[in-house]
């Protein structure tokens, strides 16, 4: 056996963290595709080897699997999503239709069905395993198990190109964001710019000319509005597609065509070109709807809700319909106060953030600017993890042996820990924090490895903060809830008190998988909280009264815009599921743009083509389940309420939370998780008060 191979092996099978920096190595990279390709077909050979055992041999260990398959899989799919390469694509592109064919071959098995039915009605199961074999059950169930040959094998076609076309959707995306530039000459429109953003423009200038030995911006390949040209590097700014370089320039830069021409780019990132993703939407919109109709449903947003806490398609709708009919008279009331404010006789899109900033800043005295300096990243990290141990008694310890960082590559920016709960050792946590141009944007949690008979999980969390120069890193409000979020993410893995790795994660009701994630953000932003928790960078003070009043005043001020953009979303997403027919890319373009328009605001464009890179419905799995967020966004007030009867670090509540809810995980219903913490069924109104809609 190829020594190369050995160790992959003996890697994968360690029970102790595994060697990332081998693992993501070139060497490893060089036989992924064939040791990937041998690991499939030992499971294959398994996987036949399991269906001839005979039924009086079944029990349940009989459908326990540890993969190295998975695990390797599962390794390179992160690689491929935080190191981008056209090496990692390759291997991507090469094996993902293979394990998809096995996946097909299992998720259509009758023997294996009819396994699973016989171990439910013979076993000797505990109420774990119960709740595991009935599941899978379900699922064939849902798969439509007894559907003919000629049905299955066409559900297997659409299970193979989803898988194709997310891969290619997704990197579409990064392609064209990378290509996504912009230089200015001075900070003549950057005046209003907090230090640590201007600072971070001028260092990713001086990288881009440094990396490509290329010259200064000329007349013919700069990216901006009006501005003089001039050599000096150290004159020049640069901006990315980055979530940080956007958020800087529609807050802060003074020129309104210049806000306008990065708003028309981020909502139309993969809409033109060699990126175009407008074919592969109309095409995983159609098949997954095809899919639904295969197996009986209406469409695919009825076949997404079998595994949710929505009821239907129109009580989801309903909802948001509601939501969006209170916020709006709130959200143009808004609006008026800034127009009135400014004396403006228009109020664009790409002009909001940055007059609502100036606004608050201007008449309500609250300076966004001055609040980060009360959340260097260090200390906010020091506070996310104090937050934890005083509520759950959950702390993080780093790894005791680390590993030194790539020279370049995936490794160069992340923290490894190992996580104690009640001083019992229970998983294990990376932390990848700062953007890179091959990292997919935004912020997300995932497990690399799952538990599997005392071996321990590894979750991992990642973030696109622009990493400094020079240190402070000052962290904007948002990026703070952005770390607590994603926190709660991994906290709702660890806690998990099942040994199996099916009752683990998100596999509670996907409505529901938001629910602790967002309540970890209260432990922050809530104005019963931040003054607690924020810490000046400097003199360690705790938040001054103006700052704090001027930040309770605001607490809620635009979050009626923002319901209404959510649900825009929400509402958007259902209607591409809902089984519409679209004749063509140009028929999508135009339903979408009526639909957008009759619930937005602001009318947008033709050139509004946000869908070409909503990752979360056509690369992530939140087709027809964007809502949740919203969702848990209402069961998330109803728990802060119960929180906030008492202290927010009370340890009966806390407990109560964890042994109802974390640790619980999706050993029951997510409805009757939250009716054992509440004693109640969930109400709207906490929700209503707390946005002050009621």
Same mark, same amino acid.
């Given at each position: ?290 899919? %639904? ?85 260090? *200390? ?11 509520? !759950? ?51 997300? %949690? ?93 003199? @360690? ?15 809620? !001020? ?8 959510? *649900?825009?979303? %929400? ?53 027809? @389940?964007? !809502?949740?967020?919203?969702? %848990? ?62």
């Amino acid at each position: 056996m190829n020594n190369t191979k050995q160790k992959i092996i003996l890697e994968l099978e360690k029970k102790e963290f595994p060697d990332l920096n081998f693992l993501f190595s070139e060497e490893v990279l060089d036989i992924a595709l064939e040791v990937l390709n041998d690991f499939l077909e030992e499971e294959k050979k398994k996987f036949q080897e399991k269906l001839k055992i005979k039924d009086e041999n079944i029990n349940f260990e009989t459908f326990e699997d540890d993969s190295k398959l998975d695990f390797f899989w599962s390794l390179l799919n992160h690689l491929l999503n935080v190191n981008n390469s056209e090496k990692i694509r390759e291997i991507v592109k090469k094996i993902e239709p293979k394990i998809t064919e096995f996946s097909n071959e299992i998720a259509y098995s009758k023997r294996f069905f009819e396994m699973l039915k016989y171990c439910k009605k013979n076993c000797k199961l505990d109420k774990e395993q119960e709740k595991i074999i009935d599941d899978a059950i379900k699922n064939y169930k849902i798969r439509w198990i007894d559907l003919d040959e000629k049905k299955q094998e066409e559900l297997k076609k659409i299970n193979l190109e989803f898988s194709k076309l997310g891969t290619n959707f997704s990197n579409n995306v990064l392609d064209s964001e990378k290509e996504f530039e912009y230089f200015l000459e001075d900070d003549k429109y950057l005046k209003e710019f907090p230090k640590s953003d201007l600072e971070n423009a001028r260092n990713l200038y001086k990288e881009k000319i440094g990396q490509t030995h290329r010259s200064a911006p000329t007349k013919e390949n700069i990216s901006h509005v009006g501005v003089n040209l001039c050599v000096h590097p150290d004159n020049w700014y640069a901006f990315d597609a980055s979530a940080s370089s956007y958020s800087a320039i529609m807050k802060y830069c003074n020129n309104s065509k210049i806000r306008k021409h990065f708003s028309q780019a981020h909502s139309s990132f993969a809409s033109s070109w060699k990126y175009d993703n407008r074919e592969i939407v109309l095409k995983i919109i159609k098949l997954k709807n095809k899919k %639904a109709k295969i197996l009986w449903y209406k469409n695919y947003a009825e076949l997404s809700l079998e595994f949710k806490m929505a009821e239907s398609p129109k009580q989801v709708l309903d909802l948001l319909e509601d939501l969006s009919k209170k916020a709006k008279p709130k959200a143009l009331k808004e609006i008026e106060e800034i127009k009135n404010y400014f004396w403006l006789k228009k109020l664009n899109s790409w002009d909001l953030a940055y007059y609502s900033r100036k606004l608050k800043q201007e008449k309500y005295k609250f300076d966004d600017k001055k609040l980060k300096e009360f959340f260097e990243f260090e *200390n906010t990290k020091k506070i996310l993890f104090d937050t934890v141990k005083k509520l !759950y008694w959950v702390e993080l310890i780093p790894l005791s042996k680390p590993f030194p960082p790539m020279k370049k590559g995936a490794l160069n920016n992340i923290e490894v820990y190992e996580v104690y709960k009640d001083n019992k050792f229970i998983s294990y946590f990376i932390w990848d924090y700062f953007y890179s141009e091959n990292k997919r944007s935004g912020a997300w %949690a995932d497990e690399l490895r799952s538990k599997f008979k005392g071996r321990k999980n590894i979750i991992v969390n990642v973030t696109n903060f622009v990493k400094p120069k020079k240190w402070p890193l000052l962290l904007s409000l948002g990026e703070v809830e952005s770390l607590f979020h994603e926190f709660g993410h991994a906290l709702h893995w660890m806690l998990s008190k099942s040994k199996y790795s099916e009752l683990s994660g998100f596999w509670v009701e996907w409505d529901f998988v938001e629910l602790p994630s967002q309540l970890m953000e209260k432990w922050v932003s809530d104005e019963k909280t931040i003054k607690n928790v924020a810490k000046h960078y400097k003199t @360690w003070e705790k938040l001054d009264d103006e700052l704090f009043n001027a930040f309770k005043s605001l607490q809620y !001020y635009w979050t009626w815009n923002f319901i209404l953009s959510q *649900n825009i979303l %929400a509402i958007i997403d259902m209607m591409f599921f809902s089984g519409i027919e679209f004749k063509n890319t140009t028929d999508l373009h135009k339903k979408f743009l009526e639909k957008v328009n009759s619930l937005s605001i602001f009318k947008k464009d033709e050139n509004y083509k946000m869908y070409c890179s909503f990752g979360h419905i056509f690369d992530w799995a939140y087709s027809a @389940w964007y !809502y949740s967020y919203m969702w %848990a966004d209402i069961i998330v007030e109803e728990i802060w309420a119960e929180f906030k009867k008492n202290w927010i670090f009370d340890t009966k509540t806390s407990k109560n939370f964890y042994q109802k809810i974390l640790w619980a995980w999706s050993i029951k219903k997510a409805s009757e998780m939250f009716e054992d913490f509440m004693w109640r069924k969930i109400n709207i109104d906490n929700f209503l008060k707390a946005r002050w809609l009621k």
